[in-house]
């Protein structure tokens, strides 16, 4: 009869045990959650990095092409005509084979179809340089974004 008058008053956990099992689940979380934040961050690292060389791939056909380097960085989705070139060289603009990127898949800058946007900069700005810093004398691009990857490089360094 003691056995049955025990069985009867275990029917939930204690304090003790319940404490336990929170405390075993707030570790896992912090283990856990920084982990999880460093994947988003590396992943817009790998984006910034891809749409970087993108950019530079581009540049580097616009150059091949017309003997000049974009004078903006809105050249290289100018239309298929050159009308919205702004390069003023006639020889470049009659070269002219763009647009050199084009407008299929992945995040853009609103108002400029094909050109990517950095992914560290706000969604809703369509300031070209507000994403990336172009110098069109030696056709370099760099990210506009301030700050260190998680490996400690500068963004503009990338």
């Not at 900069?121 to 760099?142: C, I, P, R």
């Amino acid at each position: 009869m003691t056995l049955s008058k025990f069985a009867s008053r275990r029917r939930g956990f204690t304090l003790i045990e319940l404490l336990i099992v929170i405390v075993v689940i707030a570790i896992l979380a912090l283990i856990v959650i920084p982990r999880l934040m460093g994947a988003g961050r590396k992943a817009k690292e790998a984006s910034l990095k891809g749409n970087l060389q993108q950019l530079r791939n581009a540049i580097s056909q616009f150059q091949a092409d017309t003997g000049v380097y974009p004078s903006a960085l809105t050249d290289l989705v100018a239309k298929a005509d050159g009308s919205n070139l702004g390069i003023t060289d006639t020889t470049a603009k009659a070269s002219y084979k763009g647009p050199y990127l084009t407008p299929s898949g992945g995040v853009k800058i609103t108002g400029y179809p094909g050109l990517p946007r950095n992914p560290f900069v706000d969604a809703t700005e369509t300031d070209v340089t507000k994403h990336w810093t172009y110098e069109s004398t030696g056709g370099t691009v760099k990210s506009a974004f301030t700050g260190e990857t998680i490996d400690k490089e500068a963004f503009t360094d990338l």
